[in-house]
């Protein structure tokens, strides 16, 4: 637990003198993601700069070193019955909330709790510069100046350093139910997008191997009354289950096999190539293991609404983000020259014009 | 940034006609009189003049004629917003998305909408109910408030602190940039590869883009809904009632504080039965399915009565669940009925800073001899001051504005914000260099180059020049707790 901001500061302005690049990392569980790190380039380690800034359990407001992982932080969480709503996977113990935030990542529960970048309130950022600014804040409403916090989402550290992130968190839901069923995979996507039509207190929505899982968690009244009417047999090691999911733990996941994730429309029939796939958040992200061109992929995306990313394994020297107009190309380029005009940080981690 | 046009505005209108319906564009002084302000209306100014246009490609072409000449460009939904975002620019020209009124498609399965721009917020959730569904952020100005504007301002409402804010309901936004671009930034997935462009242009005061079109998330319209309404004989109280609901793991689809001047003026305008006596008052509201509501209530009458309630009333019924918000809804016109003008103010707090603002803000009232009433969205901390003025007793009107900026320097002294979901627009860009130093400013003046490098879209918004500031930041009237506070 050390706040380590100035020293991270100096790093930065040391590299900026010295015309270097510098690669972020926090628990380097996600070297994976991301194009190939740049190898000229230095470290610069946030995993040390952890801690509990300030934490209201009845604000509903956490504020966090980017550096603290996960773990600590859903423990500190969970000793007053509260939770990160958004289930972010874990690549590992030290997986931080820095990394999530700047990867985007959250698990099972996202369509219904919303995602990382959604409950985020405010950030503290080190930019190109070397200074060490404050965007959004500790409360949930907050429209002064740009939403620079939430801008970080994705942005996969080539914007600045996060040092520190204020993030909504709420109370862990009282009951949990897991209702299975079979179900082919072209049935699955009307099935599960027509229970999250219903005001049921459905929380997540999965497809894998034949088989449909839908959760329901919320006041235990609710839960019960809902898994009663709705088919499907209760799945006893239904937490087990959205863990595995959660963290990509699942036997899907296993193997060397190129990732492919493909984050579309809900309700467009899942494209059709053959091959493993998983389908989550009721439809909305949909996994696919195989060789395939990023081309293709984005192609596949695109016919149902929405892009493609290679998220583990394949050629990492390559693009492995949904390749962007060039309009929104020339606005990322400028975004990064605003905060970064030195282009210091990740450089090519994102993409190979970023 | 050069803001004098290398036309006429003649020579404009003459172009603006050659391809939009020649009524639509507007330059006599009569008929662009009511484009002078938007809610805000202290705040005016004449426009140059104003068009209509009705298609996309037709903003597109006044976007590229006025970037060639670097016309500023004000874009403008309903004209209710209530920070002077919309106001004119003396040598600009207002783009009025009034004609962008059609709700494209409704897809009940994937629970989202497609809308242009100037679709009423209202509108949404009464087209989406007919498959049992809603929109839902809800500002108190839904009824005419635009769809558009909603991005632009990051709107909220009551239910915020369950459902969230616009930015938490958008899957994706048309943008036609300053240069006359058409991009669209989302997907119909839930998110989008790369930084996170969509969170940016939410909340931005129409100074990075023109949206033309927005794809909404809809939501399940819950099955039950049931209010508790609780008064206390103190602020403390309530606001201590309030992290008890919170702390019991309940979250209500809505939760409202209101102080003694407002619960009074609210009664007598909507006849609620409000207890008049209580120096506060909450509305809890509690929904989801039957079980869980039925489950809820109870738990939450019986913190309230823990925890001091004075009166605790459950609604029974649809028509009496109307009755209790009704009055809070009305609050604004019956504080009106009070006073012959009021200005409502929009700071976040902490809330366990609320009881501390209160009566700081008493204080206030006190020296400046204007009374305050507060309505409190107390679930997310949004606190809406309406300061009660006339503004033909000379002067008064300054005393109220200074008065209202010191509260919200003094929500940014509590770590609060000087705007929850109004906005900044021209009214708190002075505020602006309390909450942020020049460094933070600085940054923001480079993100809007990013995307309007010539400054003509909604110039002199938003976020204040660096010389502004080391004014403001030395002005006399400044006092000791105002300082920016920044470590």
Redesign the interface.
Known sequence: MADISQQLQEQVLLARDAGHKLNIVGGGTKSFMGRTADADAGTLNTGEHTGVVEY??????LTVRAGTSLAEIEATLAEH?QCLHFEPPRFGEGSTIGGTLAC?LSGPA??WS??V??QVLGVRLL?GKG?H???G????????????S??????MG??GVITEISLKV???P?ASMTLVQEMDQVDCI?YM??R??????ITAACWVDGKVYLRLS?????V???AAKWSGEVLEQGDEFWRQIQHLQHDFFAGDAPLWR???????ANPDLKGPWLID?AG??RWYRGEQELGRMEAL?KA????A?LFRGGDRNGEV??H??E??KG??R??K???DPDNIFNPGR??SWL | MTTKPKVSKAALAEQFRGFIDPDYVITDDETLKPYECDGLAMYCEMPMLVVLPETVEQVQRVMRICSEYGVPVVARGAGTGLCAGAMPHKEGVVLSLAKFNRILKI?????TARLQPGVRNLAISEEAAQ???YYGPDPSSQIACTIGGNVA??S?GVH??KY??T??NLLSVELI?MEG?R?T?G???????????L??I???EGL?GVVTEVKVKLL????VAQVVMAGFDSIEKAGDAV?GI??H???PGGLEMMDSHAIVAADDFAQAGYPREAKALLLCEVD?????V???IAEAEEVFRKLGATSVRTSQSEEERALLWKGRKSAFPAVGRISPDYYCMDG?????QLARVLLEMEKMSDEYGLRVANVF?A????LHPLILFDANVPGEFERTEEFGGRILELCVEV??????????GVE?IRQ?AV??ND??LQ??H??????DPAGILNPGK??PTLRFCQEYRSLEHKHEHTEAD?G
């Not at chain 1, 804040?137 to 620079?148: H, L, S, T």
Request: glycine letters at 14%; proline letters at 5%; a negative charge.
């Open positions: 209201h359990p009845v604000e509903l407001v019955g985007n996202r369509p919303g995602s970048r959604d930019n200074e600014l404050r965007f804040g500790q409360v949930m409403k907050n429209v002064a100046g740009y939403d620079v939430r801008l970080q989402a994705g942005a080539t914007l709420m109370p862990k009282a009307r997008n027509s999250a039509v219903e005001p049921k207190p919320g006041a235990r009244s609710a019960e009354a809902t493909l984050s579309v429309s809900s309700v467009a958040w909305s992200q995306a149902a609404g929405g892009q990313s983000m949904n962007q107009p309009a929104l606005i990322q400028r975004l020259n605003a905060f994102l993409y | 897809d009940p399965l994937e629970r498959f049992g569904l301002e990051n909220g915020c602190l969230g804010l930015v938490h940039t671009e991009i930034i997907s119909d997935g839930l998110d989008a590869c790369g930084m996170d462009l969170a940016l939410t909340g931005s990075l399940p319209k819950p099955e992290g919170i702390e793991g309940i979250i989801g399915t039957e079980e869980e039925h489950e809820h976040t707090i902490p809330r366990r969205h679930g997310d901390g949004n770590g609060g914000c000087i705007t929850g979901e109004h906005g900044v708190k602006m909450q942020f460094e933070e940054q923001f480079d993100v809007k180059a990013a995307f938003g976020v920044h």
